[in-house]
């Protein structure tokens, strides 16, 4: 069979890379408020929406990126020292190429893949404890799965993406479209509806004829007439509980939430158990992308770390934490500290754990004493995406045990009684600035003494005069 020719333009735009790019994603919408919210424009997504562009550093001196022209070296090579930019567009009104630095989003995945942490499906860490969370990998073939995956028809089988929307996340402008959808395609879902409700017939029928023991060979299929099926409908709007689990069941909807307490006395629609693949996603939605984003394909931690020195180790190297805000009352409430842990902001990490060793300098406080500010060695344990796309690390305070091959020590604040290392290396007396600058002299006939010598013969001279002085009083 001939291949079909290509033109020169037509094989130019098939091999070029720049065309090869992934389209932008949509941006993180703000969650509704009635509050004015303020926050920066150009501060860091929480998940690329642009692919990031390199080049090699004989393109680099040249400004070459593969784009209609070249980028300046001030805003590029000059700038950093691992230049890599993001487009926003690649040809505007005024002739120019609108692009910027994607350091952060990939320096923050090279951060990451130095951690060496599996991802794992969604879970809460209680750290008043120190129960580890139990890890589950997002690429096992039970829970790997969409809606048009083969692998749900095992038992058992959950899946992170339904077909349908998830209604406790949409608006009312949402819902509304998304019902007028529907009511375009009642006559097929009156259709299926009603195989369902064959299927169900045939199911009761072949119970109860094996109950009675007949042959299930010579047993017909049932036949359902348009008044049982309109008798059916009805039974089904007269009861919501029933109803439900057999509306999200035809329309591939992502379980809702648990129904509040104070509703459960009332009539609701009641929806089935969660296929989702993490009960997490039943609370906040299911994932935007797959559950681990791409961050990393190890499906397990069982790695074994091994020093050069001491062997095995039961815990990996520990990670660095900065205290990005303390803890304390922001926006009138008051606020766990956050730290950032290579690149990714982690909340909680004042929890209960900091008990039996004290807080690090610098959470709960802010402190400016701190050499190079606020820091102390956490064990990353466990990472995953929300529904958001956001990464979320859990940590725990690193111990003497994980610390010790390494040599690492948390920062201590000297105390008091301390001599710092300033105070070694300059012996002489610091002068006082609020001290006056001329200072009566004792009216007492003696020269103020200095040093201790000075000190000695004064004691001398007063154990010498005691017997004398007492002869005299005599």
Aim: charged residues 25%; hydrophobic residues 35%.
């Amino acid at each position: 069979m001939a291949t079909a020719r290509l033109s020169p333009t037509a094989n130019l735009l098939r091999k070029s890379r720049l065309f090869a790019l992934p389209q932008a994603l949509q941006p993180p919408q703000d969650p509704p408020s009635s509050r004015a919210v303020f926050e920066s424009d150009t501060a860091t997504l929480p998940h690329p929406i642009r692919a990031s562009i390199v080049t090699p550093q004989k393109s680099l001196a040249r400004g070459d990126w593969g784009l209609k022209r070249a980028l300046p070296a001030k805003s590029t090579s000059e700038k950093s020292s691992r230049p890599i930019v993001r487009l926003h567009a690649l040809d505007t009104y005024e002739h120019v190429t609108d692009f910027e630095s994607a350091a952060d989003h990939t320096m923050t995945l090279e951060k990451f893949q130095e951690l060496h942490m599996p991802m794992s499906l969604p879970a809460k860490v209680n750290y008043a404890t120190s129960i580890v969370p139990r890890h589950q990998s997002p690429f096992e073939t039970h829970v790997d799965n969409t809606e048009t995956s083969k692998g749900l028809g095992e038992p058992g089988a959950k899946q992170y993406r339904h077909s349908g929307p998830w209604l406790a996340g949409m608006t009312q402008a949402e819902f509304a479209a998304y019902l007028s959808q529907m009511t375009r395609k009642k006559p097929e879902l009156l259709q299926k509806l009603r195989e369902r409700f064959v299927a169900k017939r045939n199911a009761e029928a072949r119970k109860q004829a094996q109950d009675n023991g007949e042959d299930l060979k010579t047993l017909q299929p049932s036949k359902v007439t348009d008044e049982e099926f309109q008798t059916y409908i009805k039974t089904l709007r007269a009861d919501p509980f029933a109803l439900g689990p057999v509306v999200f069941e035809l329309l591939d909807l992502p379980s809702s939430p648990a129904v509040p307490s104070e509703r459960i006395g009332r009539k609701y629609y009641q929806s089935p158990g969660t296929k989702l693949s993490a009960p997490e996603y039943a609370v906040t939605g299911p994932p935007k992308t797959h559950p681990s984003a791409g961050l990393s394909y190890t499906r397990s931690h069982a790695l074994t770390y091994n020093h050069p020195q001491y062997g095995p180790q039961a815990y990996q190297r520990p990670v660095e934490a900065r205290i990005l805000r303390p803890k304390g009352r922001f926006r009138g409430r008051m606020s766990r500290a956050i730290a950032g842990i290579g690149g990714i902001a982690v909340e909680d990490l004042n929890a209960m754990t900091f008990m039996d060793q004290g807080s690090p300098p610098g959470l709960t406080f802010f402190d400016a004493t701190i050499p190079g500010g606020a820091k102390y060695w956490v064990t990353p344990i466990r990472a995953a995406v929300d529904s958001e796309g956001r990464i979320g690390l859990s940590s725990y305070r690193a111990g003497a045990a994980s610390k010790a091959p390494y040599g690492i020590e948390d920062y201590k604040k000297p105390g008091a009684a301390s001599i710092t290392d300033a105070a070694h290396r300059h012996a002489n007396m610091v002068p006082r600035l609020d001290r006056p600058r001329y200072q009566q002299r004792p009216q007492t006939g003696r020269q103020p003494m200095k040093g201790t010598e000075d000190i000695a013969r004064l004691l001398m001279n007063d154990l010498s005069a005691g017997p004398k002085s007492k002869r005299r009083s005599s």
